[in-house]
């Protein structure tokens, strides 16, 4: 099986960086004085309702990928999807959803009309070969964005994976062979591998890298 190294991040808002366990309270802290400070300098944006979330791969992903967002309250569910879309996952144009338990979330629904510090929902991309994430609010504050209405705050940084045939970094999947944990190849071992190179994809820092035809 693969090693998989699970790496930090860098926080947007002080460059510093952090760990996954460390990243709640760092954030915390960090968007707190930002928000004050525009305050008090009469330089902040309009005032809005702001949420912070955390995505993350769904399962044993989990460790590996995972993202804090700033998102506005009056994005939709569907400004939501397309940025996870963009940032993560989009590959084919597949169908996705978000839900709650067992209640389907509109893509249409506003952030604010349905989420609350401490919610937890489940977000899925693709019904074949689906990709799932977990996301969580942290918080909820009164803020602005720079622009759009979706802004990684911090996002991991790509994990380290072993080639399955030698000790070098990975940096190709071979889709036929991964499910025998024999897939993930370094450049030297991709080019010995006996599988045809149209089973090759590039290995991307996302929950959904070696899955349906995504190459980040």
Known sequence: M????PLNGTCAICKGTVTK???PKHLQKCLQPKEKNEKTTGR??????????????YGLSGDLYWMHLKALGRASFGDLDMFLRDTWLECCGHMSGFSAGEEEIDM?????DILSPGQTWLYEYDFGSTTELLLKVVSEFEGSLKKGKVEILVR?????????QCEKPATTICVDCIYDNQGWLCDDCAGKHG???EMFL???NSPRTGVCAYAG
């Open 202 to 204: 590039p290995l991307v």
């Open 2 to 5: 693969a090693k998989k190294l």
């Open 108 to 112: 249409n629904e506003k952030l604010s």
């Open 21 to 23: 366990k460390e990243a």
């Open 44 to 57: 902040r944006k309009s005032s809005a309702k702001i949420f912070h979330l955390l995505v993350e791969g």
């Open 156 to 164: 991991n940084e790509a994990p380290q994976i072993i080639c399955n």
């Open 195 to 197: 599988c045809d190179e």
